[in-house]
């Protein structure tokens, strides 16, 4: 016991730290492009039960670390299991000292006696923190990077300095290998072309790979946060050439990559400007002028904004959609994960106040909020492989897509914050006006495809599920493994994941009890949206043999145009 009271007279700073150090905290956190400011934190205070055993928790383990001495190994994190770890007595030490003293701030932060939002947000903090602070980051700690010095005579060291001259230069930090990338090159080369454009998006029609296809044309809005090729990286992994494939009619929205002359554009602008646009202009090539009836898929934001235009144009007595399909969309905002962290009406006030009449919100900064949301993975490994070891990273399709950053309008984003994120009234029905229109999405009365990913921590698979409980119509629910892109990019070819389904159908109300009845399928969930689509998609008919229709809408340049080349 003598040799643990040193341990227990050191706990009391723990509390002092945690408590005054917030603001340093998440002051030195990114920018965040999801709120703009960080968080004020109440004055804390401990449950003391859990306190008490936190703290005897603490004296154990830094008891018997203490009796280890150099002879301690860190266990069950990645970060430190290369074998050179445990060859490195004094790395192996502090990574094993490191591990315990975040165990235990992260288990104060869970004891503190305050609200659930709260601690949420303490403990983000404190994860961005210790992220920071792990002995991986540093040369003097890092026995992997430190032993490849001496291998390559320092040469690792060398070309870390140029990563980091480089990353510095280009002003953000390489993810992959971007210049094996070059968009309409090697990634979104689905063949097709421009047929409509205006000062929001660029309409693209690709060319069908069949002899006949569907008579209702099918048309992606993807979200506008990113650019739409995502869909289309490479052609094993392409859901638009895979919808192409099963004979669809395909038309996708690429968002133009906002500049200063778009700083005014609105939420109102961008639902009747481009969404609706995008949906009578594909119902006019179609054939069948405003009458005639498409299939639409909205991935993300770009289901949000599909959504509202669907319910802005039933509230007009349209209905020029014969089903929708949301990916791992919300509509209900009730549940929306860590990102519900920095959503305030203190903060919604601040962008409102900073862009709500005019302004751009830099691309980069929401970035840098989606890498942070997993900083371990997304940030401070690719700093340790570029700049401690020296490594350029690989090139990866859907990495280099993660980098080409998008802006957004001020006041589009302004006004998304407070009517979805902090007020939810999208959800309520007809507590919205839009385009002049009262907002009730249970108007929106077709058949609807709803994707969730498991494991999404943009769009948690709770605030996925909520879509089945707002609009009208038959609904059929999916879930996906994997998270917010990997588990929507998965091609059936790479027999890669799951999906569960409910062979009854049933949408009980929350989706912890469609999930009890639900049953694991193999491979990819895309099978089974196709075979749900195809009955909606009308007869076969003659593939078009020119893109767009008479001199109204021709095609003006080859896919993938102009606009998803604009860097932020």
């Not at 790395?91 to 701030?105: C, D, E, K, Q």
């Not at 001020?410 to 407070?418: I, Q, V």
């Not at 077709?446 to 609904?475: C, F, M």
């Amino acid at each position: 016991m003598k040799q643990q009271a040193p341990f227990a007279d050191a706990f009391g700073p723990f509390q002092q730290a945690l408590t005054q150090g917030w603001q340093k905290a998440v002051d030195s956190l990114p920018p965040m492009g999801v709120a703009g400011a960080a968080p004020a934190m109440p004055r804390l205070a401990f449950a003391p039960d859990k306190l008490k055993a936190i703290q005897e928790q603490y004296v154990a383990e830094a008891g018997e670390l203490w009796r280890q001495g150099f002879a301690a190994t860190p266990a069950g994190d990645r970060r430190f299991s290369n074998e050179a770890w445990t060859h490195n007595p004094l790395s192996a030490f502090a990574a094993a000292v490191y591990l315990l003293n975040a165990r235990t701030l992260l288990g104060m932060a869970d004891a503190v006696d305050a609200d659930a939002k709260t601690r949420a947000r303490l403990r983000f903090a404190i994860e961005q923190w210790l992220a920071a602070s792990s002995p991986s980051n540093s040369l003097a700690f890092n026995a992997e990077a430190q032993r490849k010095a001496l291998e390559t005579q320092g040469e690792s060291i060398a070309k870390g300095i140029q990563n980091l001259v480089h990353d510095v230069r280009q002003g953000h930090l390489s993810m992959t290998d971007e210049s094996a990338f070059e968009v309409g090159r090697n990634v979104a080369t689905t063949e097709g072309a421009v047929v409509f454009e205006n000062e929001l998006f660029q309409l693209l029609e690709y060319k069908p790979l069949s002899a006949k296809v569907y008579e209702r044309p099918f048309l992606l809005v993807p979200p506008c946060i990113n650019k739409f090729y995502i869909l289309d990286l490479q052609p094993e992994n392409s859901l638009i050439r895979y919808a192409v494939e099963q004979g669809h009619r395909v038309f996708v929205v690429s968002w133009r990559n906002p500049d200063e002359s778009m700083r005014e554009f609105t939420w109102d602008r961008y639902i009747e400007d481009a969404a609706i646009k995008a949906i009578h202009v594909v119902q006019e090539i179609g054939g069948q002028g405003k009458d005639g009836k498409i299939n639409a898929l909205g991935f993300c934001v770009g289901g949000t904004i599909l959504g509202t235009a669907l319910a802005v144009l039933a509230a007009r007595g349209e209905t020029p959609a014969a089903s929708v399909t949301l990916l791992t969309t919300l509509l209900d905002f009730s549940d929306t994960g860590i990102l519900d962290i920095f959503i305030d009406e203190a903060m919604v006030q601040f962008r409102e106040m900073q862009m709500g009449k005019g302004g751009l919100l830099p691309g980069m900064d929401l970035a840098s909020t989606f890498s942070f949301l997993r900083p371990n993975d997304l940030v401070w490994n690719y700093v340790v492989g570029n700049y401690l070891k020296g490594e350029t990273p690989p090139p990866f399709d859907l990495l280099y897509w993660n980098c080409d950053a998008t802006n957004l309008p001020g006041p589009f984003y302004a006004w998304y914050l407070r009517n979805t994120y902090l007020e939810n009234k999208l959800a309520v029905p007809n507590a919205l006006t839009v385009c002049g229109e009262k907002i009730d999405l249970g108007r929106i009365d077709i058949p609807a495809y709803i994707y969730g990913s498991r494991e999404d921590h943009i769009v948690p698979i709770g605030g996925a599920y909520a879509s089945t409980q707002l609009l009208g119509g038959k609904k059929r629910f999916v879930m996906g493994a994997s998270g917010h892109i990997a588990g929507v990019i998965n091609p059936p070819a790479k027999k890669k994941r799951s999906h569960w389904i409910r062979a009854d159908g049933k949408l009980p109300a929350t989706h912890a009890e469609w999930l009890a009845g639900a049953v694991e399928h193999p491979g990819s969930w895309w099978t089974d949206w196709s075979q749900w689509l195809k009955p909606l998609a009308g007869k076969q008919i003659a593939a078009p043999k020119a893109y767009g229709k008479g001199r109204a809408y021709q095609a003006s340049e080859p896919a993938p145009g102009r606009y998803v080349k604009a860097k932020a």
